[in-house]
């Protein structure tokens, strides 16, 4: 899987590469693995000792930022407290103190409400992680729009400087 990571990267050309944390999220193998590939190609990606059959079809490229997807850890206490009092089964949300990323970790937070529907829509797709019992399919929708309208991210590489807050192009432009 990494190799493939890093063929993507070296063929797009990203500035900032997005993955899972070293949990995968909520302990999820696939999104473990795919964070392991990932960060991986990261550091691989510029490397030409790295793939070097890569390199007759494209150029080695290092992307400027890590990130890995963070998800609060007060948003998922705050789920856990609807979802108790919506009678429904608490699923990962049992174990909060083992999932969610806490606050201090968080160094960017992006506005994605104009996206929101797509992103919707797209986890809707896979029905294998969003089922009947999920926060977003039980609890009212003003209620997921609150929490899903909102990225949040902890910067892996470089080190932050400090937390930032704005659309992705203020954040990733250093506006």
Request: proline share 9%; hydrophobic share 40%; with cysteine.
């Amino acid at each position: 899987m990494t190799a493939q990571i890093v063929q993507l990267v070296r063929e797009h050309r990203p500035e900032v590469l997005i993955t899972f944390d070293p949990r995968g999220g909520y302990g999820h193998p696939d999104h473990i693995a795919a964070h392991k590939a990932a960060t991986r190609a990261y550091r691989e990606a510029g490397n030409p000792e790295c793939f070097p059959e890569q390199l007759t079809a494209v150029r080695t490229h290092a992307p400027g930022m890590l990130l890995y997807v963070a998800i609060p850890r007060p948003i998922l206490q705050t789920l856990a407290v609807k979802m108790e009092a919506a009678g429904a089964p608490m699923g990962i949300l049992e174990n909060i103190e083992e999932i969610g990323t806490p606050e201090e970790q968080i160094h960017i937070e992006i506005d994605i409400a104009a996206t929101y529907d797509a992103k919707l829509a797209s986890l809707n797709c896979h029905a294998t992680q969003i089922n009947n019992q999920s926060p977003w399919r039980v609890l009212p929708p003003e209620d997921v729009r609150a929490v899903m309208a909102r990225e949040y991210f902890t910067q892996v590489h470089p080190a932050p400087a400090a937390y930032r807050a704005g659309t992705p192009a203020e954040i990733l432009l250093g506006r």
